[in-house]
């Protein structure tokens, strides 16, 4: 199933499904386990036979997995498929520019102890694995994640982790990430929570991950139930792209998260031909507002190596913003965000309004403000 634009009563082009695959002559086998290999993606019919010693190169250097899901939404004959994007290794990755660095958001300058990285004083990431369900292809962190990655936190390192969260007050929130916190066993994740509910200024655990969109069959009762400590709050934060990733079994595993008692809130990154319209990411924010998940973050892409193919301009990330405004709900408008690269932390861009004695309408018609009097 992919999506095209149509135009309704309203005008606005809205993203509606359609089930055809098109004619490209390329056919994709059915997929019952992850793609790891480029062999893999060419005899499951995702990639043309004469592309593979290019893309041999890619997979040499960035990790590739993709999930029988999201192998699934693929469609092959579309040239411009807005999941095949995100998940299938181009040769265009291979071409680095000069602004582009392997820690774009410098990490590693905020890193005290292997595995926390601690960029503003009342929060900590802790990094407990650098694997993923799947790779993203503009992945911010893909020199440290997969099999030739920064791998897992050693049971010293997590303690050194641990300690570190517990001597420092001031940590009132703990956001586990990494790589993909859930690709974790039940048991491994209940015992990280249990470590946590020991500490009595952490109030706060999030959790970052993709596996309710590209693995939600993973997301069952024993797992849901994981991720939960007396004293704490939780909260999911779910990276999707694309309406079509938010599929009847991706619903259904945020809900398992939420009927165990989660908040959710939704991270996304800005790709161009991916979502860079305002209909798309409309469609996309509505879907997780249906799912009971408030739109948080739209990530300007991250200046990672060999990702500039994917990455809009700030500009065109405020256009697309300022035709969302007053097009969909209120709840629907993620904050549009740039990480600031080298660590500087992050701030919010998205368009501005006001201006001394004019304020801009949705519609894009200035307005005195304050107003006239009389």
């Known amino acids: 199933m992919r999506f095209r634009p149509s135009r309704g009563s309203s005008g606005l082009r809205c993203a509606q499904p359609r089930d055809d695959r098109g004619g490209s002559g390329r056919h994709m086998a059915r997929v019952t386990r992850t793609l790891r290999t480029v062999e893999d993606l060419a005899a499951a019919g995702l990639i043309a036979p004469d592309a593979r010693p290019a893309l041999e190169a890619v997979a040499a250097r960035y990790a590739v997995a993709i999930t029988p899901g999201m192998a699934e939404l693929i469609d092959p004959s579309d040239a411009a498929d807005p999941i095949a994007a995100q998940f299938l290794p181009q040769a265009a990755e291979l071409v680095a520019t000069p602004l582009e660095r392997a820690d774009p958001i410098g990490d590693a300058a905020h ?65 586990l990430t990494g790589g993909d916190p859930l690709v974790l066993s039940p048991r491994r994740l209940r015992a990280v929570m249990d470590r946590l509910a020991a500490i009595g200024h952490v109030k706060i655990v999030r959790f970052h991950t993709r596996i309710p969109v590209v693995d939600p069959e993973a997301v069952t009762d024993e797992l849901a139930a994981a991720l939960f400590a007396p004293g704490k709050t939780i909260w999911v934060a779910l990276h999707a792209n694309h309406p079509r990733e938010m599929t009847p079994a991706a619903r259904a595993a945020c809900a398992r998260l939420i009927q165990a008692g989660a908040a959710m809130v939704s991270q996304t990154v800005l790709l161009k031909g991916v979502n860079d319209d305002p209909e798309t990411l409309g469609a996309l924010m509505r879907a997780f507002v249906e799912t009971r998940i ?51 932390g992050k701030v919010p861009i998205g368009p501005a309004y006001l201006e001394e004695g004019t304020v801009e309408d949705p519609s894009g018609r200035p307005r005195p403000y304050p107003p006239p009097t009389g």
């Open 294 to 344: 408030k739109p948080y973050y739209l990530h300007q892409g991250d200046l990672a190596p060999g990702t500039g193919h994917l990455r809009t301009t700030v500009e065109e990330g405020q256009a697309v913003m300022r035709a969302m405004r007053g097009a969909f709900s209120g709840l629907c408008q993620p904050t549009y965000i740039l990480d600031i690269p080298d660590g500087h």
């Open 111 to 175: 890193s005290p102890v292997r595995g926390i990285v601690h960029r503003y004083p009342d929060r900590v990431l802790l990094k407990l694995t650098h694997t993923c369900a799947v790779y993203c292809r503009f992945c911010f962190r893909r020199e440290m994640v997969g099999p030739e990655g920064h791998g897992n936190l050693t049971a010293d390192e997590l303690d050194a982790a641990i300690a570190y969260i517990a001597a420092h007050p001031d940590i009132w929130e703990v956001i």
